[in-house]
Every structure is written in structure tokens, then in C-alpha cells.
Antibody, heavy 118, light 108 residues
Framework: QVQLVQSGAEVKKPGASVKVSCKAS????????ISWVRQAPGQGLEWMGW????????NYVQKLQGRVTMTTDTSTSTAYMELRSLRSDDTAVYYC???????????WGQGTMVTVSS | EIVLTQSPGTLSLSPGERATLSCRAS???????LAWYQQKPGQAPRLLIY???SRATGIPDRFSGSGSGTDFTLTISRLEPEDFAVYYC?????????FGQGTKVEIK
């Protein structure tokens, strides 16, 4: 079955970087893109950006430009999201989701909790 | 950026009652590319409705979506115990893909 499996929880200090992975299975990885969505504790969903698994094209939300990098490794069908210069308000659950462009997100990863604390 | 405003913030209802959730967009959502998700504590969101009114695979027919342009509605015809959760709308017709702030449906 189609699924996305994410890496485990992370605890980071302010100013550090985190890299979350999202391993896809059950479909041809390069056929679709991957979006990343985060959710701060008790808050709503925030779309962070998208990467094409076909050619690596990216589209990041403006507020994260310069701090976020999304990449893929087609040899392992894995997408990555790296966030740098972490702040306390980056504490959130980070989700990946299959993004077929002009289609809703029907497959999500299980989420990765990232805690930023000194 | 399209801002989505959901109302009400919280809906207190009893099992068996009808729930009507609203999602209003700051500008027209192109192609009616509007989705609804359900999220329960500790879980990833689950897709309920896409293209404003199409049910996702495996979603019971008590869930229905309607609307176009800037006004969209999710209706749950008769609430089951498992329907008490937070619901989000999302537009995916333009970038950035934005979400509403959510409506919590709680047991009265």
C-alpha cells in the first residue's frame, strides 16, 4: 500500500538545524511531489512548501525562505526537509504528504515532533 | 495568498445531530480546489472531501461538501461518536496552499 514513513522525534537547541526524512513506498516516487506541513502544539496546519520528486523543483512559503531546504533522494524514494536557525516557535509536528499538484493530500506521513529548547 | 476563515471555532453538538461547518476564502478559489480534512489528537489529518464536493476513498456518505468561489461548507448529516474531531479546510488551487484555522466539533 502507498505510505510515507517519517524519521523519529528530534530535540534541538535554538540556532541549530534539523533534517526530517520521509520515506515513500507503494508507488513510483518520481511520479508525484511531496509537500511539508507543520503544526505547532495546539495550533492549526501550516503548509511549508513543496518539492517535485521528478526534477527537484521547489516552492517554499515566503516566511521560511532562506531557512528551509527540501530535497529528495530518488535512489531510496526519500524526501528530506531541513530547517536551519531553529527558534522556539519552530517547535511543531512536521508532516510530509504526497502532493500531486492540483490535488488534495490523501496520503500523509505519521508526523515527526521537533522540539526546540535550550 | 488566499486566507481561509473557518466558522464557528467550536461546534458543540450531540451524537445524531447535523453539523454544518463553514470555510470562507479571501478571494475566489480557482477550480474549486478546496479540500476538507479531519484530525484527531495525535493523528495526521485525514482527507474527507476534495474538489469541494467529492468524497475521498472510504469516507462515509454522511460527510458532504458544497460551495464554490469563496464560500464552502462541510456537512455531517448525523454525527457519530467517531466524528468528534477538528476539521480543516484547505485550498490547493494556488500557491501557497493555505489551510483554515480549524473548527473543533465537540460533544455537547
Amino acid at each position: 500500500q502507498v505510505q510515507l514513513v517519517q524519521s523519529g522525534a528530534e530535540v534541538k537547541k535554538p540556532g541549530a538545524s534539523v533534517k526530517v526524512s520521509c520515506k515513500a513506498s507503494g508507488y513510483t516516487f518520481i511520479s508525484y511531489g511531496i509537500s511539508w506541513v507543520r503544526q505547532a502544539p495546539g495550533q492549526g496546519l501550516e503548509w511549508m512548501g513543496w518539492i517535485s520528486a521528478y526534477n527537484g523543483n521547489t516552492n517554499y512559503v515566503q516566511k521560511l525562505q532562506g531557512r528551509v531546504t527540501m530535497t529528495t533522494d530518488t535512489s531510496t524514494s526519500t524526501a528530506y526537509m531541513e530547517l536551519r536557525s531553529l527558534r522556539s516557535d519552530d517547535t511543531a509536528v512536521y508532516y510530509c504528504a504526497i502532493d500531486r499538484v492540483l490535488d488534495a493530500f490523501d496520503i500523509w506521513g505519521q508526523g515527526t515532533m521537533v522540539t526546540v529548547s535550550s | 495568498e488566499i486566507v481561509l476563515t473557518q466558522s464557528p471555532g467550536t461546534l458543540s453538538l450531540s451524537p445524531g445531530e447535523r453539523a454544518t461547518l463553514s470555510c470562507r476564502a479571501s478571494q475566489s478559489v480557482s477550480g474549486s480546489y478546496l479540500a476538507w480534512y479531519q484530525q484527531k489528537p495525535g493523528q495526521a489529518p485525514r482527507l474527507l472531501i476534495y474538489a469541494a464536493s467529492s468524497r475521498a476513498t472510504g469516507i462515509p456518505d454522511r460527510f458532504s461538501g458544497s460551495g464554490s468561489g469563496t464560500d464552502f461548507t462541510l456537512t455531517i448529516s448525523r454525527l457519530e461518536p467517531e466524528d468528534f474531531a477538528v476539521y480543516y479546510c484547505q485550498q490547493y488551487g494556488s500557491s501557497p496552499r493555505t489551510f483554515g484555522q480549524g473548527t473543533k466539533v465537540e460533544i455537547k
